[in-house]
């Protein structure tokens, strides 16, 4: 039986139509994953349920009865809940506390949001401490408590929008653990989601959303996860490789290397020795703690690390925005800690930055300036610019990386995330001399096609001779192009895998500081 | 409402063409509304108002001298705005052109009466114009320096400045052993002795008295060598990368610091230029308030151009003939000088108003 009907749902902005006659059923007592690329519309859909939006046409109805609520207060009080990509807590306040803001019931009585937590702890294995202040917590156990929130009140539909982003493997584990217990009690679950992995393992039914628009709803039993990531994108992903390597072997083992011309080349002389790395931040606290590690050339060294332990520093050290305190930094015989940005890029490396708007790209400037920041007097003659020259070889470089752009001198800012990356890769890759390579976080908010060229240029580069250090916090996209992956633990590498002995639970150990291998 | 019908949105398209370009209706008419709100303020003074329109057209226009006049106080204000656009566009804010003017139109003094005078080939006035220029990039710089080396903001600390240099002027002028004219003279009010002839700059038209010098040629060059380095070259770009992501600059090889001292340096040279400019045009001998405004004044016609060239050019000019029409309708129509500052006012909040109507529909 439907609890949530959806018919002919359509939600216009100005002239831009992000759902087009939606029409979806959500059985009871199931988790029912919504797939789909960035801007596809999962987020509205979302919100047009939650009552944060109202449709400009169609009808929902909710356990039979009609529903259209005109703010998440009313979708509160019809038993559909919420959980935002950005949390509403309070971070000075208690557990207990946080739980009863919002309980509308003059005299507060915590005995009983405690006796309630103990119930759902029992229940649904939601352990936390309604002692804690928010602030103490880790991002999974903020989640922890914003899912409790929503359980507090006994709900027919719980909706998550995206919420495994912020989250580390162990603890996606948990969370998905937590919506089959939800959906086994009869409630439904809507997840959000553009990880196929997820889907596998927790959805029973998926529906892909693609612009706007239901491209199919599948039961997951014997799906094929190629098929819906066809859907998902609309066109076969070449040489899906690794994207779906990593979704359908997320089990962890050995992912299935995927074969490119060259195969995983033996590592050859070190192009990058890191000793003793230290780094202290304006406070003292020490980011990094004496990391050791060398790079070979034609290698992929993968990073991997619940973030925030030195992962951004190091990134900042290698692209010479931050100085060591101690240690030492050679690329190729050249000494490059602490240097200017200007001498390590001279001496060979190419930097993908972390943080793609604030170091990557200056987004105001259009395509082709971008393309060219770090070598504006390349195109200068007496000092006074050769636009038109500059366009050509943009023009050029932006075919040769399939930047997609109306023209090179379009704004960065107007391109998809998926091209602006593709445009900071073209630039850092056409370096000359380049021997290395550092990739921070390389497709943060990217969809699925611009992920998997990202993949091939880096193993395009490693397959050159480059030596390549990846550093993500996406355990299957270390998995999946990695040829060894090191484990950062509070500024320190604790511990290394090398290609074919990768498992998930042994890095995720590892991440957490469990297990020294 | 979206247009469904190809054709008439095309219809549509050509005839906004065919008007005028925005940029240029909405500051004329908001120009005019603006001196049609500050004449009702006159007419509540009790002045009359048709004396008062007078008197102001007298003073912009009325004679070559008038014409020239005006002009010749565009051009100070046309270097101070290029210097504002200068540092805007390494997205710095040199609010501090008056105290650039007062550096500028100092030393250019002290090198007019100590030493130029007797200098051949038009060194006379092109030395105090260098000296003057380099008193004012110093001035600048002084900031760029501060903002780079300890993130002080150049608004306070450029402002700040502007409150020593006014001062150092006053100072100079007071002071018999700097600049203050001997005692020996009939009058001893507080100001410098007048330069001597051969630093006065030429005049473009000496033969019908036109007061026009040859700053206005100074000032092009300076427009069209701004222009140029803002809109087509390296350096330009290099600024406006600098200006809008630091840290995207860096990465990119640059010396970030170098480019904003560079930057407040060009832009407090041109206010210096400016102040020059206006002792070695037409003041002639230093006073302690020789600024008197217009490096505020500048200012705003640098906010107002909106970083382009052309539009400092128009501001300028426009408040060169203002100011000139506003001191004469004070001195022959009796309208109270608080009434012309507050003409004057309206007419910059109304253009900068205006600004955001037509910027929305720029970026559309």
Redesign the interface.
Known sequence: MAVLELSGLTKRFGAFTALDDISLQIERGEVHCLLGENGAGKSTLCNLVFGVHRPDAGTMTLGGEPFHPRGPAEALQRGVVMVHQHFSLVPNMSVAENLMLGRASAVLKPQDIIVRMEQLAAEYGLEIDPEARIEDLSVGERQRVEIIKCLLGDPQLLVLDEPTAVLQPDEIDALLAICRQVALRGKSVILVTHKLGEISRVADRTTVLRQGRIIETVAMEGADIRSLVRSMVGRDVQSAGSVLAAAVDIEGKTPAKPSSAAGPASPGEAVLKISDLVYRDPHGVPRLDGLSLTVGTGEIVGIAGVEGNGQTELGLILAGLAAPSAGAIVVRGTPVGGRTPQEITDAGVGIVPEDRHAVACIKELSVAENLYLGAIGKFSRFGLLDKSARRKAAEAMMRDFDVRASSPDVSMASLSGGNQQKAVLARELSLDPLVFLLAAQPTRGLDVGAIEAVYNRIRAARDDGLGVLLISSELEELMAVSDRIAVIYRGKLVGELAAGSFSREAIGAMMSGHAHV | M?MKNPKLARVAQGARLELVPLQVVVPVVSTIIALGIGLLIIAATGASVVEAIEAFWDGMAGSDFNIGASINRAISLALVGLGFIFASRANLTNVGGEGQIAMGGMFATAAALHGAGGLPLGLAFIVPLAVGTLAGALWGGLAGVLKAARGTNEVISTLLLSFIALPLVYWSVESFHLLRKPISDVSSLPESAEIPDSTKLPLLFPDNGSPLHIGLLIAAIAVVVVW??LR????G??L??VG??A???????MRTSFYVILAMTVSGGLGGLGGAIMILGQQFYLTSDFSSGYGFDGLVVGLLSRGSAVGVVIGALLFGFLRSGSINMEISAHVPSAVVLICQGLIVIVIAGSAILTNRKVTR
């Not at chain 2, 087509?232 to 350096?235: A, C, T």
Request: no cysteine; glycine share 4%; aromatic share 0%.
């Open positions: 979206v140029l380095v087509h070259s390296s350096l770009l290099r406006r990368a809008l992501n840290m995207a600059s860096r990465r990119a090889g």
